[in-house]
Nanobody, 115 residues
Framework: QVQLVESGGGLVQPGGSLRLSCAAS????????MGWYRQRPGKQREWIAH???????EYADSMKGRFTVSRDNAKTTVYLQMNNLESEDTAVYYC?????????WGQGTQVTVSS
């Protein structure tokens, strides 16, 4: 079992930046692929990025350039740096841990981009 706790969300103005964090309870964190997803109002949950145990990141095409995923295995934490935020980025952002057939989700953190 893996418990994931996201933090770092909040209200930010257009053009601003936020860094989301996701702390994992699992001591085998380094063996998990860690991902970020978001769910915008009235939309389905969508994949943003993930980072493999090797540290190799992958991004959805629409997310490339403004979002950066990283991980710190010593801190069992994955991060999502978000720059040049737009109102369309307003969403609940979720962290995901995946290994084999096992998938775990955090409770989500709200990001609101508004002036």
């Amino acid at each position: 079992q893996v418990q994931l706790v996201e933090s770092g969300g909040g209200l930010v103005q257009p053009g601003g930046s936020l860094r989301l964090s996701c702390a994992a309870s699992q001591r085998l964190f380094s063996l998990f692929a860690m991902g970020w997803y978001r769910q915008r109002p009235g939309k389905q949950r969508e994949w943003i990025a993930h980072i493999r145990p090797s540290g190799h990141p992958e991004y959805a095409d629409s997310m490339k350039g403004r979002f950066t995923v990283s991980r710190d295995n010593a801190k069992t934490t994955v991060y999502l740096q978000m720059n040049n935020l737009e109102s369309e980025d307003t969403a609940v952002y979720y962290c995901n841990a995946q290994r084999g057939d096992n998938n775990y989700w955090g409770q989500g953190t709200q990001v609101t981009v508004s002036s």
